[in-house]
């Protein structure tokens, strides 16, 4: 299920680095609505046998307009739509709406320097129809990455655009893990996707791979690199509606991954 909030700034700008203040902002709300479930949720999240944990929620931002100088966005306009995605309605966006009854306001930042929002509308997204070949458009970077060796220290290799043979198989794993835990059907030997970004949109643009850093400004401060650009995805719609409901890739709980279906856009 999809939450869509109208959002109105009491502030003039945000950083554009803004993903990890407001997954926090995000938190907050929650342990507004209860403690319990937003600190399992922040501290362990829904895990699988293996020991592998995801937090089976995301977010994404639509600014309504805004001019971009250097690393600030400054809002031209004020209204700013707020998507918020989980297949757990009853426990995470029940508990996020109540939250929000206790306290419209987000603050997204650090202490001294945030970007006040204020929240003027609720309102629930109907159910799409899935199909087994459709055509998104990214709300926020999707983080697809796996592990490597380099100069025989562990490190992390991020994806891009042309590795989509080796994308597909990572992105495939990732939502048969997490349509297990949202339903407990292991679709293991029978499902699969295959994501295909959009080239023509990719030769228009200089760049369309976008580093982002999680923690800013800490010493647990982590940079990942996402891709932004429109995708199809065809397979198993099991498996896309997962996607849909939770963010494609890694890193969803963080506000990357989130995709809207390009006819919602019509």
Known sequence: MRLKFTLRSASKSINANFYYHLSSAIYEMLKMGSPEFSQFLHNKGYQLETGKNYKLFSFGVEFSKIKVVKDIFYFEDPTTTLYISSPKAEEFLTTFVTGTLQKSIFKVGTIDRYTTFIIEEIAGLG????????????????????????????????????????????????????????????????????????????????????????????????????????????????????????????????????????????
Request: a neutral charge; proline letters at 5%; glycine letters at 6%.
């Open 127 to 266: 159910e799409p129809e899935f199909s087994d070949s459709m055509d998104f458009r990214l709300l926020a970077p999707m983080v697809i990455s796996k592990p490597v060796e380099y100069h025989g220290k562990q490190s992390t290799h991020f994806l891009r655009p042309d590795e989509e043979e080796e994308a597909s198989r990572i992105l495939t794993q990732n939502l048969l893990n997490k349509h297990l835990l949202i339903t407990g059907e292991d679709l293991s030997c029978e499902a699969s996707v295959c994501i295909s970004w959009d080239k023509e949109y990719i030769k228009k643009r200089e760049r369309v791979t976008k580093k982002i850093t999680i923690n800013p400004n800490s010493p647990k401060a982590t940079d990942v690199i996402g891709i932004l650009a429109p995708f199809n995805i065809s397979g198993d719609k099991r498996l896309i509606k997962t996607g849909y409901d939770c963010g494609f890739g890694n890193k969803n709980s963080m506000g990357f991954g989130l995709a809207k279906i390009k006819e919602e856009d019509k």
